[in-house]
């Protein structure tokens, strides 16, 4: 009983293991130029950067400009963590 | 427990570090570094004045209030040039719209940097935060 209760989980394991290490081998290999990732918008990030942003760091430009989403995102996430956080450590010690 | 060669080193090093810091996220369209990460150098700067004087010190330069003000500052900074870009007719976030007499490359080259220091004013207010309050509670 207890061994069918314990072949389940490890059944289950190696499975999702198997389709991931699957998954794993099919990825493009570490800094391929010719990824799917590097072929998409980053050759015209790249060409078109400059002139557009008259910005000399692309990172940045990216950053705040293309993917100014995902920053102000990540800054409302931040935003909201440290005032989530603070209002439980605020005023603690007086009461 | 802090000596004279802490407090001395943290007196000396502290204006240098902030320097450092705001030279890194002004620098952000032009080298490494940015908001984040010149941000969190100023918040350590204040960490470090805690650290080797005591918090009330580091609560005399930037106090409770202050530090609250300057974080929703820099997220409404950021909020509110996205929300510009709305107001004369663009896209959210479309920096290049806004009417200035520049070029619109250069105008979002100008909103990059902005959005830079307003990602600085509110990392570097909640950096400080963070570590003053949790160390408010063991220091009795």
Do not use: W
């Given at each position: 009983?207890?061994?069918?209760?314990?072949?389940v989980p490890v059944l289950v394991l190696l499975g999702i293991g198997v389709i991931l290490t699957?998954?794993?081998?099919?990825?493009?290999?570490?800094g391929d130029p010719e990824a799917p990732a590097h072929?998409?918008?980053?050759?015209?990030?790249?060409?078109?950067?400059?002139?557009?942003?008259g910005v000399t760091n692309m990172v940045t430009?990216?950053?705040?400009?293309?993917?100014?989403?995902?920053?102000?995102?990540?800054l409302t996430v931040i935003f909201a963590a440290g005032v989530a956080v603070l209002?439980?450590?605020?005023?603690?010690?007086t009461r | 427990m802090t000596t004279i060669v802490i407090k001395t080193i943290a007196r000396v090093l502290v204006p240098f570090l902030q320097l450092f810091g705001f030279y890194i996220i002004v620098h952000?369209?032009?080298?490494?570094?940015?908001?984040?990460q010149g941000g969190v150098i100023v918040g350590a700067s204040m960490i470090?004045?805690?650290?080797s004087y005591d918090l009330?010190?580091?609560?005399?330069?930037?106090?409770?209030?202050?530090?609250?003000?300057?974080?929703?500052t820099g997220a409404l900074l950021f909020a509110g040039i996205g929300l510009l870009c709305l107001l004369v007719g663009g896209v959210f976030l479309e920096y290049g719209i806004i009417p200035l007499p520049m070029a619109p490359a250069e105008v979002r080259g100008l909103m990059i940097l902005l959005v830079g220091v307003a990602i600085g004013i509110h990392i570097m207010a909640l950096a400080a935060s963070l570590f003053l309050h949790l160390a408010e509670e063991h220091d009795t």
């Amino acid at each position: 009983m207890t061994r069918a209760k314990h072949l389940v989980p490890v059944l289950v394991l190696l499975g999702i293991g198997v389709i991931l290490t699957m998954a794993v081998i099919d990825m493009p290999a570490f800094g391929d130029p010719e990824a799917p990732a590097h072929r998409h918008v980053a050759p015209r990030y790249i060409a078109r950067a400059y002139e557009e942003t008259g910005v000399t760091n692309m990172v940045t430009a990216v950053l705040i400009d293309y993917r100014g989403y995902d920053t102000l995102g990540e800054l409302t996430v931040i935003f909201a963590a440290g005032v989530a956080v603070l209002s439980l450590l605020v005023g603690r010690k007086t009461r | 427990m802090t000596t004279i060669v802490i407090k001395t080193i943290a007196r000396v090093l502290v204006p240098f570090l902030q320097l450092f810091g705001f030279y890194i996220i002004v620098h952000g369209p032009v080298s490494p570094g940015g908001g984040f990460q010149g941000g969190v150098i100023v918040g350590a700067s204040m960490i470090l004045l805690a650290l080797s004087y005591d918090l009330s010190s580091a609560e005399d330069r930037a106090s409770h209030k202050v530090r609250i003000i300057m974080d929703s500052t820099g997220a409404l900074l950021f909020a509110g040039i996205g929300l510009l870009c709305l107001l004369v007719g663009g896209v959210f976030l479309e920096y290049g719209i806004i009417p200035l007499p520049m070029a619109p490359a250069e105008v979002r080259g100008l909103m990059i940097l902005l959005v830079g220091v307003a990602i600085g004013i509110h990392i570097m207010a909640l950096a400080a935060s963070l570590f003053l309050h949790l160390a408010e509670e063991h220091d009795t």
